[in-house]
């Protein structure tokens, strides 16, 4: 009786590493990198959405995801800061490029984080709003986290709930 129990264990155990392997092989296997792009209008100037969205100090306040954020020393001379969502994680950014009030290039800068890259933010008028495009170039690094995120979520999220934020702040255009 103990061996049929101590079998049933080790098949559980094999499959279970079977199983975590296959997961790593094929998170391996997906490219490290991916593109998501989304837009929206809002009813808001190309000027008071370009001070909103560089306004990092006050994300919190519009973006409901965010508990605090913190500002960080310049990098190169543009802003820095840490977003400190509401589950508790933090993801620090600098800006790398700015031309007000059009473009906006944001990288995640935290040593620590299973992934990285960019955002690019373009604004251009769209009737009294503005049209806001949001571009997302990231790379994951672990091979658990490519898997899960390549086949079971939606890898333009963060965009999409971005992009909902600045609708409820300025209104959809």
């Not at 589950?87 to 600098?94: K, L, M, N, R, T």
């Amino acid at each position: 009786m103990l061996s049929s129990y101590f079998r049933l264990l080790l098949r559980i155990l094999l499959g279970t590493v079977l199983l975590l392997g296959a997961v790593i092989a094929i998170g391996y296997a997906l490219n490290e990198k991916h593109t998501a792009t989304r837009e929206t209008a809002v009813a808001a100037p190309p000027q008071a959405v370009w001070t909103t969205i560089t306004d990092f100090s006050n994300a919190a306040n519009f973006r409901f995801n965010l508990s605090r954020v913190d500002v960080l020393p310049t990098q190169n001379g543009l802003p820095a800061w840490r977003e400190v969502e509401r589950s508790g994680e933090s993801i620090a950014y600098a800006v790398i490029e700015s031309k007000p009030p059009a473009k906006l290039v944001v990288k995640i800068t935290g040593e620590d984080q299973p992934f990285g890259g960019t955002w690019t933010y373009e604004l251009s008028p769209a009737g009294a709003g503005t049209r806001i495009r949001i571009t997302e170039n990231g790379e994951i690094y672990h091979p658990i986290y490519r898997f899960v995120s390549h086949l079971f979520l939606n890898q333009a999220s963060t965009i999409e709930e971005y992009l909902r934020a600045l609708e409820t702040k300025h209104g959809k255009g």
